[in-house]
């Protein structure tokens, strides 16, 4: 089994510290669209992310955190699956 996780809107830089419930860069509409985009496999709107949004490179500044998604979605290929099973 192989699981998944992490922080895919990380830009700690422009978080307001002294008003965290503030929401910068629209930071969960990213989110949602990355959601969405992971439940249907839409893996190509996935990989080309910084066409989501007009935010989405500030809201992922840097791939490290971005990356390990996409190495976890390729599980999701059929051909994979074939070859596992």
Do not use: Q, W
């Given at each position: 089994m192989i699981?998944?996780?992490?922080?895919?809107?990380?830009?700690?830089?422009?978080?307001?510290?002294?008003?965290?419930?503030?929401?910068?860069?629209?930071?969960?509409?990213?989110d949602e669209k990355v959601k969405l985009n992971l439940l249907n496999k839409n893996h190509k709107n996935l990989i080309d992310y910084q066409k989501m949004s007009d935010f989405a490179s500030l809201a992922v500044p840097?791939?490290?955190?971005?990356?390990?998604?996409?190495?976890?979605?390729a599980l999701q290929e059929k051909m994979f699956s074939k070859i596992c099973l």
């Open positions: 699981i998944g996780s992490g922080n895919i809107v990380h830009n700690l830089g422009l978080i307001d510290f002294h008003n965290i419930d503030a929401e910068p860069l629209n930071g969960s509409r990213i840097t791939l490290d955190h971005y990356l390990p998604m996409i190495y976890t979605i």
